[in-house]
C-alpha cells in the first residue's frame, strides 16, 4: 500500500486539496456529506497550510485536525519574501505536523505559483521533506497565473518555479489557469472546475499506482517518466462515453489539448509518458492499447502503460513530462517586461516626489 501525502499551501493549494477531500468523500453526490471518512485506496494523508486564517476557514471537505494555521492572520499579501521569512520562523512547528502524520512513499505538494504564501513555502517544505525523508518522492503541483493577473504575481511565478527547480523535487507538474480559464465565463466557477480536474486525475493516478493491474505501472516507473525532459510536464485525461468511437481514440483523447492542464503539443513537445487505462475487462482490448501504445512510443521515445480493471466505460489518465515548454519562456518573458515597467514606474514616481519636495529645500515651516 502506497503512503501518500497531500499538502495544499496558500489559497490555491488548500482549495484544490479541498476539492481533492470533497472527491474522495464521495464527489458531487447527495450522499456526499453523509460520509464521514475519506475513501482513499491508499494511506493519504491532507494537510492544508496556510497564513491566512480565513482562507482555511472556508474550506469545506478538510477536517479541521488537517489544517495548519502559521501565524501571520491574513496571508502575506503575495510578498514571497515574508513568506519565506514566516517559514523559517515556524519550520519545526510545520515539519512536527507534517511528521507526526507518519512516513510517505510519495508527496504531492500543490500550490499556486503566483501568490505570496504557497510559491514561498513549497520550494521550502520540498527540500524539507527531501531531507528528513530519505525514500520519498516529492512532485509539486504548480498552478501558473492568469497572465492578466499584475506584475506581482508574474514576478512570483518567474522566481518560484526557479526556486522550485533548484529544490529539486521530482518532477513538477503544471497548471494553467490561463489556459484553463476557457472552461468557464466568471472565475469563481472556473477555479471550481479547475480545481475539481487536478483533484480528479491526481486520484486517478494515486488510485492506479496503487492498484493490481493487468499491466502494470508503479511509482518506480512514475518517477521515470517525472524525470524525463525538463522535470516539468502535465496531465491529460478523457472519460469514454458512447459517442466514443474506440479505445484507440480514448487513448489520444487523454492527449488532446482538451484534457490537458497545460498546453502542449503531446506528440513534438512530450519527452516520456504514462498511459493509465481503467474500464471493465469486456471494454479492454490489451491488442488494441498495446498497438496506440506502441504507435505513440515510436513519436514520443518512452511510453509506459498500465491497466486497471475497474466497473465502467474506460477512463484515461495520460502523464507526461516535456521537452520542451514555449509557454513558459513566454511567461518568464512577460514577467522580466512587468519587473522592468514596475521598476521604471518606480524612479518616475521617486523623481516626481523628489522633484516636490526640492520647491521646499531651504525654507522653514512659518507660524
Ligand atoms: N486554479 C486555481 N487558482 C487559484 C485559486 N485561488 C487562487 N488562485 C490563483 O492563485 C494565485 C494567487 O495565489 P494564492 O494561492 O491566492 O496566494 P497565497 O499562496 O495564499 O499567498 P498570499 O495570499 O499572498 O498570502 C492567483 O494566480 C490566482 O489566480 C483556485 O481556487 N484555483
Known amino acids: 500500500m502506497l503512503n501518500v501525502l497531500m499538502l495544499g499551501i496558500g489559497q490555491c493549494g488548500n482549495r484544490i486539496l479541498d476539492a481533492v477531500n470533497r472527491e474522495s468523500f464521495g464527489g458531487s453526490s447527495k450522499l456526499s456529506k453523509y460520509y464521514s471518512r475519506q475513501k482513499f485506496p491508499s494511506r493519504v494523508e491532507t494537510l492544508a497550510i496556510n497564513t ?31 513568506g519565506k521569512q514566516g517559514f523559517w520562523d515556524n519550520r519545526e512547528m510545520i515539519m512536527e505536523e507534517i511528521e507526526k502524520r507518519g512516513d510517505f512513499d510519495i508527496a504531492f505538494v500543490m500550490t499556486s505559483s503566483s501568490g505570496g504564501t504557497g510559491s514561498s513555502f513549497t520550494p521550502l517544505i520540498i527540500h524539507e521533506l527531501k531531507e528528513r525523508y530519505k525514500n520519498i518522492t516529492v512532485i509539486a503541483v504548480m498552478v501558473l497565473p492568469f497572465r492578466e493577473e499584475g506584475s506581482i504575481y508574474l514576478q512570483n511565478a518567474a522566481f518560484s518555479m526557479r526556486d522550485i527547480m533548484e529544490v529539486q523535487s521530482d518532477g513538477i507538474i503544471l497548471v494553467d489557469n490561463q489556459y484553463l480559464k476557457r472552461l468557464s465565463g466568471d472565475i469563481k466557477t472556473a477555479y471550481d472546475r479547475i480545481n475539481e480536474m487536478v483533484a480528479e486525475r491526481l486520484l486517478f493516478l494515486i488510485e492506479s499506482l496503487d492498484s493490481e493491474m493487468l499491466s ?5 516507473d512514475f518517477k521515470t517518466v517525472m524525470r524525463g525532459g525538463l522535470g516539468m510536464g502535465t496531465l491529460g485525461f478523457y472519460e469514454s462515453d458512447k459517442k466514443t468511437a474506440s479505445l484507440t481514440s480514448a487513448i489520444e483523447g487523454s492527449l488532446k489539448p482538451g484534457g490537458l492542464l497545460y498546453p ?68 518568464y518573458a512577460q514577467a522580466a517586461q512587468a519587473i522592468q515597467d514596475e521598476k521604471s514606474r518606480k524612479t518616475r514616481a521617486k523623481k516626481q516626489l523628489d522633484d516636490a519636495f526640492a520647491y521646499i529645500e531651504d525654507l522653514e515651516e512659518v507660524y
Open 52 to 82: 491566512a486564517v480565513n482562507d482555511l476557514k472556508e474550506l469545506k471537505f478538510t477536517a479541521a485536525k488537517d489544517r495548519l494555521h502559521v501565524p501571520n492572520l491574513h496571508g502575506v499579501g503575495a510578498n514571497r519574501s515574508l
Open 216 to 220: 502494470v505501472t508503479d511509482l518506480g
Open 264 to 331: 502542449a503539443d503531446v506528440y513534438e513537445d512530450a519527452a516520456r509518458a504514462m498511459i493509465i487505462i481503467q474500464g471493465s475487462r469486456e471494454s479492454l482490448d490489451v491488442d488494441e492499447i498495446t498497438k496506440s501504445v506502441e504507435k505513440l512510443s515510436s513519436k514520443i521515445g518512452q511510453v509506459f502503460k498500465g491497466i486497471v480493471i475497474k466497473k465502467g466505460r474506460p477512463k484515461i489518465l495520460s502523464v507526461f513530462t516535456l521537452g520542451q515548454v514555449p509557454d513558459l519562456e513566454m511567461l
